[in-house]
């Protein structure tokens, strides 16, 4: 039994290209390759780290979501993501087609949505999970002992590996409870509104206290007269966030789990071409270094876990230059 890593591309692809602005990465056509560059070297430091067993990585689509129709100023305000780093989303993904991973997209589904479902999906196939992302919803995923989270704090060499108890000692709640303390606390990212005054401490004492969410609501008289009449006045608002915040985990799926998932079918010729075309030779070494003894690995049946028996683990991820 080996380990599935599920990548959330868009955010790590935007973190590594924001990170590296200052390294001004670009082909001699002018081509900009900041973000493929820092995603290439941190699927190459996953692969040697981990050498899992199979990969999958989740996109987001334009289309609207059904949080969309729920709230109308879902993630409204966020800057918009410049051209440069667009343009570079197709190069990502024709990375990962090359290298054998599946790029699963669903129409109406968040990244997050998707990863949520291929990561129950595994974990009811008795397989460990590694879910590669920096958005912190997706904390709610983290199940003892097949699924973690390797949650990417900020550029491309900050991370931290999270499984159950690395969640309550980050959030002070269970992973199952985090959608309800997220909802009371707010999440300024997608633009949805706490309880003013609740931070992530109380709302994670009024969680853990009562629970759910009606049972808050229910002991209202319990709390002091300004908690409770924040509480009060922001109920829709704390409502309407928890039915927005919890990620999907039966997103209709093309791809069969885990068979379709399982590493092993890249194509050297076309990362060769590939890397040609963006100038990256280093990175294309270091790849195919990682990828010959993943392969070694799997011959000997000697997969292994990076941290095993690790709760709460900080790593660099390095970036080499060109």
Known sequence: MG??????????????????????????????????????????????????????????????????????????????APEAFHSQIELVRKFLELLGVPVVTVPGYEADDVLATLATKLRDAGEDVIVVTGDRDTYQLVEDPHVRVLYNRRGVTDYVLYDEAGIVER????????PLLAALRGDTSDNLPGVPGVGEKTAAKLVNTYLDIDAIYSHLGELTPKLRESMAANEAQVRQNLQMIPLVRDVPLECDVPDDLRFGGWDAAGL???????????????????????????????????????????????????
């Open 171 to 178: 959030t002070g709640v269970l992973p199952p409870r985090y």
């Open 3 to 80: 380990t599935f890593l599920l990548l959330d591309g868009h955010s790590l692809a935007y973190r590594a290209w924001f990170a590296l602005q200052d390294a001004a990465l670009a082909t001699s056509s002018g081509q900009d390759t900041t973000a493929v560059f820092g995603f290439v070297s941190m699927t190459t430091r996953l692969l040697s780290d981990w050498q899992p067993t199979g990969m999958a990585a989740a996109l987001d689509t334009p289309e609207p979501t059904f949080r969309d129709e729920i709230s109308s100023v879902y993630k409204a305000g966020r800057t918009p």
């Open 272 to 322: 060769r071409d590939l890397f040609d075309f963006l100038e990256m030779r280093a990175p294309r070494d270091r790849l195919f270094d990682a990828l010959d003894k993943l392969g070694a690995a799997a011959a000997l049946g000697t997969r292994r876990d990076a941290t095993e028996g690790a709760t709460d683990r900080s790593g660099a991820l390095d970036v080499a230059p060109l």
